[in-house]
């Protein structure tokens, strides 16, 4: 069978989607985005074939999933560790190419010592965030979980050697991150199965309290079928590993497009894509918001899932996840933490500029003035969504059924004003739809146009010869 590949090269992730012939999803990649465009896109590729293979392993024993409980687990489980597997060598890596970096510095007898010790910490800190957190699903990138726990670290160490810590850290991430490593699924598929088993009997051997009595009766179901799910998967992985995933056309769309290595003719603008991705999802969708990193966009849509017009603001970051990101990194936070401290608001404070630099300014005057953080967040939550909607209210306004895209589709927050906004102002009738693979829309509609451009060829040869 032969597939249909779309990538998303945005400004801060690039996603891919792999479609078989029938358009349904079968494998999706994502990374962050890096300086050199080619590799994010080759990675994010990379990682739509990896999740192929499960999708296709998965429907060989898709007897077992639907009849028992603990293959679905299993697969999941086996998904995160083979996402782990990566994320360990690739740590492995950058901890060699610090400590090389941290010898050649002036400091090195002692910030060589210091260093390899924070990294041994680091190794077994997340090794079991990353397994107990099921990162592995949840699209966490590798520079992202490092330097969170890496500046945990170095807040806890002598200030005076702070510079010199993050200097090789910054240093090191680069040329590792933009690695591209081949690995052999097979082959990391039993080592993946291995590593799930010594988990298992890990979190088993802890004590009660810490695992909850349902959990800990399917880890059991788990491990006392553990050799019968070996048997059945082992059976299989061998035809699934050697299958040829052949991508019969691609197509690339996104903020970073032009930069893509594709031929002129598979390039198609984010806006085409979105709006096809999000109406092949939900075919009643007449109104697309995407919210990407770098721009908003306001797409009404006909019937097919076309584009009849549009608003987009892409002039400044205010307003996309670049803007939350800055917030983010105002208050010390996470981007995944925002929307639940931002749920936790008793009132929106009002913000008066939606200007990176100026909200930035204001944000930590309101600080000072002893206003609660989540307060100050709502209220910039809040301005997001008004800019948002007054996109929506220059392109048409929203009619029939709404589609939230991108990103910032998963911030809860973010998510509860929107809503509000198209209910109040819409009516109360209005469904709103936002899918769980809201981020990856625009690949979507990427590999379906490569679909669409590969089915409208062989209808013109067929005519042709007729």
Request: proline share 1%; hydrophobic share 35%.
């Given at each position: 069978?032969?597939?249909?590949?779309?990538?998303?090269?945005?400004?801060?992730?690039?996603?891919?989607?792999?479609?078989?012939?029938?358009?349904?999803?079968?494998?999706?990649?994502?990374?962050?985005?890096?300086?050199?465009?080619?590799?994010?896109?080759?990675?994010?590729?990379?990682?739509?074939?990896?999740?192929?293979?499960?999708?296709?392993?998965?429907?060989?024993?898709?007897?077992?999933?639907?009849?028992?409980?603990?293959?679905?687990?299993?697969?999941?489980d086996?998904?995160?560790?083979?996402?782990?597997?990566?994320?360990?060598?690739?740590?492995?890596?950058?901890s060699?190419?610090?400590?090389?970096?941290?010898?050649?510095?002036?400091?090195?007898?002692?910030?060589?010592?210091?260093?390899?010790?924070?990294?041994?910490?680091?190794?077994?800190?997340l090794?079991?965030?990353?397994l107990?957190?099921?990162?592995?699903?949840?699209?966490?990138?590798?520079?992202?979980?490092?330097?969170?726990?890496?500046?945990e670290?170095?807040?806890?160490?002598?200030?005076?050697?702070?510079e010199?810590?993050?200097?090789?850290f910054d240093?090191?991430?680069?040329?590792?991150?933009?690695?591209?490593v081949?690995?052999?699924?097979?082959?990391?598929?039993?080592?993946?199965?291995?590593?799930?088993?010594?988990?298992?009997?890990?979190l088993?051997?802890?004590?009660?309290?810490?695992?909850?009595?349902?959990?800990?009766?399917?880890?059991?179901?788990?491990?006392?079928?553990?050799?019968?799910?070996?048997?059945?998967?082992?059976?299989?992985?061998?035809?699934?590993?050697?299958e040829?995933?052949?991508?019969?056309?691609?197509?690339?769309?996104?903020?970073?497009?032009?930069?893509?290595?594709?031929?002129?003719?598979?390039?198609?603008?984010?806006?085409?894509?979105?709006?096809?991705?999000?109406?092949?999802?939900?075919?009643?969708?007449?109104?697309?918001?995407?919210i990407?990193?770098?721009?908003?966009?306001?797409?009404?849509?006909?019937?097919?899932?076309m584009?009849?017009?549009?608003?987009?603001?892409d002039?400044?970051?205010?307003?996309?996840?670049?803007?939350?990101?800055?917030?983010a990194?105002?208050f010390?936070?996470?981007?995944?933490?925002?929307?639940?401290?931002?749920?936790?608001?008793?009132?929106?404070?009002?913000?008066?500029?939606?200007?990176?630099?100026?909200?930035?300014?204001?944000?930590?005057?309101?600080?000072?003035?002893?206003?609660?953080?989540?307060?100050?967040?709502a209220?910039?939550?809040?301005?997001?969504?008004?800019?948002?909607?007054?996109?929506?209210?220059?392109?048409?306004?929203?009619?029939?059924?709404?589609?939230?895209?991108?990103?910032?589709?998963?911030?809860q927050?973010?998510?509860?004003?929107?809503?509000?906004?198209?209910?109040?102002?819409?009516?109360?009738?209005?469904?709103?739809?936002?899918?769980?693979?809201?981020?990856?829309?625009?690949?979507?509609?990427?590999?379906?146009?490569?679909?669409?451009?590969?089915?409208?060829?062989?209808?013109?040869?067929?005519?042709?010869?007729?």
């Open positions: 069978m032969n597939y249909y590949l779309g990538i998303d090269l945005g400004s801060t992730t690039s996603k891919a989607v792999i479609v078989n012939e029938h358009g349904q999803v079968v494998g999706r990649g994502i990374t962050n985005t890096r300086a050199n465009y080619e590799i994010a896109a080759e990675i994010a590729k990379q990682q739509a074939i990896y999740n192929a293979r499960f999708t296709l392993l998965k429907e060989k024993v898709g007897k077992h999933l639907i009849t028992k409980k603990e293959y679905q687990k299993f697969f999941n086996l998904e995160n560790v083979f996402q782990y597997l990566q994320f360990k060598n690739r740590f492995e890596k950058l060699q190419e610090m400590i090389r970096q941290s010898e050649q510095s002036k400091e090195s007898k002692v910030l060589t010592p210091i260093l390899s010790q924070i990294l041994k910490d680091l190794e077994k800190e090794s079991k965030k990353y107990s957190e099921n990162l592995g699903n949840k699209n966490q990138f590798f520079r992202d979980i490092v330097s969170e726990k890496y500046n670290k170095l807040d806890q160490c002598d200030k005076k050697y702070f010199a810590l993050m200097n090789v240093k090191s991430i680069n040329p590792v991150e933009n690695e591209i081949e690995y052999d699924f097979q082959q990391l598929i039993h080592e993946g199965i291995t590593t799930l088993k010594d988990h298992y009997n890990e088993l051997n802890s004590e009660v309290d810490e695992i909850a009595s349902d959990f800990r009766s399917e880890l059991e179901l788990l491990a006392g079928n553990y050799n019968e799910l070996k048997d059945d998967l082992l059976s299989h992985i061998e035809n699934v590993a050697k040829n995933i052949v991508i019969a056309n691609m197509v690339g769309t996104g903020y970073g497009r032009a930069l893509l290595p594709f031929p002129q003719e598979c390039i198609r603008s984010e806006i085409l894509c979105h709006a096809f991705g999000a109406h092949a999802i939900f075919p009643k969708t007449r109104t697309v918001l995407d990407g990193g770098q721009d908003t966009k306001a797409i009404q849509v006909d019937e097919y899932g584009v009849t017009s549009f608003h987009m603001n002039r400044c970051a205010a307003g996309c996840g670049r803007y939350l990101g800055y917030i990194n105002e010390g936070l996470s981007l995944n933490e925002l929307g639940p401290l931002t749920m936790q608001a008793s009132r929106e404070t009002n913000i008066c500029s939606t200007c990176t630099v100026f909200a930035g300014a204001e944000v930590r005057e309101l600080l000072n003035m002893g206003e609660k953080k989540e307060n100050i967040l209220g910039l939550h809040k301005a997001i969504v008004t800019r948002a909607m007054s996109l929506i209210a220059r392109s048409g306004g929203v009619r029939n059924e709404f589609t939230f895209t991108g990103g910032v589709a998963r911030n927050a973010i998510v509860k004003y929107v809503s509000e906004f198209v209910h109040n102002n819409y009516g109360k009738d209005i469904t709103i739809n936002i899918h769980t693979d809201s981020i990856f829309m625009g690949a979507l509609g990427g590999a379906l146009f490569a679909l669409k451009n590969i089915k409208a060829e062989l209808d013109t040869k067929k005519v042709k010869a007729s």
